[in-house]
């Protein structure tokens, strides 16, 4: 019995299981725009998995190209996130009134933006414990106009992701803390 199997079958199989075993039951172009990062990430797998086509398609570098298309999305997200932490402590823990509302709107920017990078996948990546470290290094810079500052933030992440991206219509923000010694 000769065997039919062609490239295109190869890698239509391949992506039925492996969209089965991600359980995305939503086809390529619909996930393409829902979820970039997951898109990305099925695509350079299946280009994987096709059979070498000749010497010319190097579809290991094309694939970690796309790959990279994908974590690029996940970077931009973690960054946002890193920033919107930083805001929030710096909001809630410095006591300072000035920066308040400029810190204020660059957060309704951020989040902006953090909504139209945010998907399922991402979500699930972006490991909240380690971007509420990050901020934390980035709020030291501010140590020296307020001293003490970092020794009065909680050890862990007090926010949630719902209140970082704040889907909602109003914004949220944490409440300015007194600061009492």
């Not at 974590?71 to 909001?91: G, N, P, T, V």
């Not at 933006?113 to 470290?133: M, V, W």
Request: contains cysteine; hydrophobic residues 35%; negative net charge.
């Amino acid at each position: 019995m000769q065997n039919h199997d062609t490239p295109l079958r190869t890698l239509c199989r391949g992506a039925r299981r492996l969209r089965y075993a991600l359980n995305m039951t939503a086809p390529a172009d619909s996930l393409h725009e829902e979820d970039f990062y997951a898109w990305t990430q099925l695509q350079a797998d299946l280009l994987r998995r096709l059979p070498p086509i000749g010497n010319s398609f190097d579809a290991e570098n094309v694939a970690e190209e796309i790959e990279d298309l994908g974590r690029s999305e996940l970077r931009a997200a973690q960054s946002l996130c890193e920033h919107i932490i930083e805001h929030f402590l710096k909001l809630e823990y410095s006591g300072l009134d000035d920066p308040a509302e400029h810190w204020r709107d660059e957060i309704v920017e951020w989040r902006l933006q953090l909504e139209k990078t945010l998907t399922r996948s991402i979500e699930t990546k972006l490991d909240l414990p380690a971007r509420y470290q990050a901020a934390i290094r980035l709020v030291r810079r501010l140590e020296r106009d307020v001293p003490g500052l970092t020794r009065r933030l909680p050890t862990f992440c007090p926010y949630t992701l719902g209140q970082i991206a704040n889907g909602g219509d109003a914004d949220w923000f944490p409440p300015p803390r007194d600061q009492a010694p």
